[in-house]
C-alpha cells in the first residue's frame, strides 16, 4: 500500500486547455514533489513543496504550477497544454527527515 | 542532467543474485545515491539508498565503491516479480532547489524463469 493517493489515474485533455491533478499525502507527509515522466524516459522533477511553499523547481515553465494544503493533499496545474505534456504525472511525499520518498501510481495524462 | 549512467537492459535466472551496476562519477561528497525500481504502470517505490558505506536491507545490498564514482544494487535471490526498471539516483540536497532525484533511464531488469 502505497500511501500516496493521485487522482484521476488517466485524462485526455485538448492542446490549450488547462488540467488539475491531485495528490493526497499521508499524515506527516509535509515535503511533496512531482514528477513528469514521457513514455519510455526517466521521471523528471518538476517542482517541490514544503509546508504549502516552493523550494525547489526543475527545468519547467512557468505555466506548471502548484499548490500544497494544511491536510497533506497538493495539486499539480498546468496551464495552455501541449501535445509534448502527455505523459505520467507522479507525486510522491515524505516527511521531514525522512530518507526516502513514497510515490503514488501517476496520472496519465494524454494531450490531443 | 540525470549524473548516473547504468545499463539499458538485464537478464537474470530466476533463484540468482541480480548485480545491476551504476556509474555516478561526478557525485559530491553529499550527495547520497538512492536506488528505485517501477513495475509496469505504477510508481517508483524505494529500494535502499547509502552515502558511503554499504547497506543492507530486507530487499536488497547496496555496495559503494570507495572513491563513490559508482555503485552496485544487489538483489540476493531474484523473482520474477522484480522483474521491473531500476533506477540508481543521486540525491543532491540544495537549500535553493529542494532535495531533487535526478533519475535517468534505468535499467530494465528481466528475471527468466
Known amino acids: 500500500e502505497t500511501g500516496v493517493t493521485q487522482s484521476p489515474t488517466h485524462l485526455i485533455k485538448t492542446r490549450g486547455q488547462q488540467v488539475t491533478l491531485r495528490c493526497s499525502s499521508q499524515?506527516?507527509?509535509?515535503?511533496v514533489s512531482w514528477y513528469q515522466q514521457a513514455l519510455g524516459q526517466g521521471p523528471q522533477f518538476i517542482f517541490q513543496?514544503?509546508?504549502?511553499?516552493?523550494?525547489g523547481r526543475g527545468n519547467f515553465p512557468p505555466r506548471f504550477s502548484g499548490l500544497q494544503f494544511p491536510n497533506y493533499s497538493s495539486e499539480l496545474n498546468v496551464n495552455a497544454l501541449e501535445l509534448d505534456d502527455s505523459a505520467l504525472y507522479l507525486c510522491?511525499?515524505?516527511?521531514?527527515?525522512?530518507?526516502?520518498?513514497?510515490f503514488g501510481s501517476g496520472t496519465r495524462l494524454t494531450v490531443v | 542532467d540525470a549524473k548516473t549512467t547504468q545499463p539499458p537492459s538485464m537478464d537474470c535466472a530466476e533463484g540468482r543474485a541480480a548485480n545491476l551496476p551504476c556509474n555516478h562519477s561526478?557525485?559530491?561528497?553529499?550527495?547520497?545515491v538512492y536506488w528505485y525500481r517501477q513495475i509496469h504502470s505504477q510508481g517508483p517505490q524505494y529500494i535502499i539508498h547509502?552515502?558511503?558505506n554499504n547497506e543492507t536491507n530486507e530487499m536488497a545490498s547496496l555496495i559503494i565503491t570507495e572513491d563513490r564514482k559508482s555503485s552496485t544494487l544487489i538483489l540476493p535471490h531474484a523473482t520474477l516479480r522484480d522483474t521491473a526498471v531500476y533506477y540508481c539516483?543521486?540525491?543532491?540536497?540544495?537549500?535553493?532547489?529542494?532535495?531533487?532525484?535526478?533519475f535517468g533511464t534505468g535499467t530494465s531488469l528481466t528475471v527468466i524463469p
Open positions: 510522491a511525499s515524505r516527511n521531514r527527515g525522512g530518507y526516502g520518498y513514497t
Open positions: 499524515s506527516g507527509h509535509n515535503t
Open positions: 513543496y514544503y509546508r504549502e511553499e516552493e523550494n
Open positions: 561526478t557525485i559530491s561528497g553529499n550527495e547520497y
Open positions: 547509502g552515502l558511503k
Open positions: 539516483i543521486v540525491r543532491v540536497p540544495s537549500s535553493n532547489t529542494g532535495n531533487q532525484f535526478y
